[in-house]
């Protein structure tokens, strides 16, 4: 079966400060790592995947497979990243089927 | 477009009551999944349509849910008789075969 774990349900840091929301994952084969986001009040969305290998919104995430983790990371956390973080799982054999974690949600300070 | 579009947004029904919930997905995505999501969770997949067909149901939908797309557009999600612990945020997402997912804002449903 595959999980996903995001141990942080809250994380709050100050404007500038560095920012990482952890994602462990359990799944025997070679899966796909997604981020998606929940601004206030807005629907949800995707932030990135790790096949793409981009940086959206200054956030990267790398998939480790030997710690089997893809931590969300940012440089400098600022006020508008405040949302619901959520990492996702999509197994090889099953291309349509997302495994969510439980979220994080992100406070960040001025 | 304005992408996935869900109705109603919030229904608020008696315990054995019957309710549907209304997606419409943007309209070239060949794929529509549905989601539950619970307080304090992440969304659980629930079930999912390539154009009309389902392929694919979670155990976590009893017999009492019942979802169709009829001629692959929009789709419906029935709950009947329903329970206290059906109270939650239905969410519909679209896709253009395994590309990314679009959802929509969701229908929170509240069971008394």
């Known amino acids: 079966a595959q999980r996903v774990t995001q141990p942080e349900k809250l994380l709050s840091v100050f404007k500038g400060a560095p920012v990482e929301l952890k994602c462990n994952y359990s799944?025997?084969?070679?899966?796909?790592l997604f981020w998606y986001v929940q601004y206030s009040r807005q629907r949800l969305q995707l932030l990135l995947r790790?096949?793409s290998r981009e940086s959206i919104k200054g956030f990267t995430a790398d998939l480790n497979k030997g710690e089997t983790s893809f931590h969300l990371k940012k440089p400098f956390a600022q006020e508008e990243d405040s949302a619901m973080y959520y990492c996702?799982?999509?197994?090889?054999?099953?291309?349509?089927?997302?495994?969510f974690g439980k979220g994080t949600l992100l406070t960040v300070n001025p | 477009d304005t992408g996935v579009s869900q109705n109603p947004r919030h229904k608020i029904t008696k315990r054995g009551q019957n309710v549907t919930f209304r997606c419409d997905p943007i309209?070239?995505?060949?794929?529509l999944y549905w989601y539950r999501q619970t307080l304090g969770q992440g969304p659980e997949f629930l079930t999912y349509?390539?154009?009309?067909?389902?392929?694919?149901k979670s155990r976590l939908l009893s017999d009492r849910f019942s979802a169709e797309r009829p001629k692959g557009s929009f789709s419906t999600l029935e709950i009947q008789r329903t329970e206290q612990g059906d109270s939650a945020m239905y969410l519909c997402?679209?896709?253009?075969?395994?590309?990314?997912?679009?959802f929509g804002e969701g229908s929170r449903l509240t069971v008394l």
């Open positions: 799944y025997s084969g070679s899966p796909e």
């Open positions: 349509f390539q154009n009309e067909a389902q392929l694919e």
């Open positions: 996702a799982l999509r197994s090889g054999g099953s291309n349509y089927k997302l495994t």
């Open positions: 790790h096949i």
């Open positions: 997402a679209s896709s253009q075969s395994a590309g990314e997912l679009f």
């Open positions: 309209s070239e995505h060949n794929r």
